[in-house]
């Protein structure tokens, strides 16, 4: 059952983020050899909030450690998260609301 965002995420990033985490950690990526991106993907940091949610630190703050911007990170992140629009209307002859799978 997929997790809400509010339940356990503060927004899509942390989820994108923490999916990819567990993707990781469960079989890993073959293939994963730009050096670069994994130390962008080690350099990013998370906490959870006092709500229990997760968040990942902003771009500012990992700035302020001296981090470089996570772009060959956040591509992959990209590549494996789920977009899924949460309401969709279709005009077929008539209007329909489709809800994600």
């Known amino acids: 059952m997929p997790r809400s965002t509010n339940e356990h995420f503060v927004n899509a990033k942390a989820e994108a983020y923490w999916s990819l985490r567990e993707t990781l950690e469960r079989r890993g990526l073959a293939g994963l ?3 670069e991106m994994q130390a962008q993907l080690a350099g990013i940091r998370y906490r959870h909030t006092a709500a229990g949610r997760v968040e990942i630190e902003s771009k500012d703050d990992a700035k302020k450690r001296g981090q470089s911007s996570p772009h060959r990170a956040e591509a992959l992140v990209l590549a494996f998260a789920r977009v899924a ?6 005009v077929l002859g ?3 609301t489709i809800s994600p799978i």
Do not use: H, K, S
Request: hydrophobic letters at 25%; charged letters at 15%; glycine letters at 8%.
């Open 85 to 90: 629009p949460l309401q969709q209307t279709v």
């Open 94 to 96: 008539g209007a329909y």
């Open 33 to 35: 050899t730009d050096e």
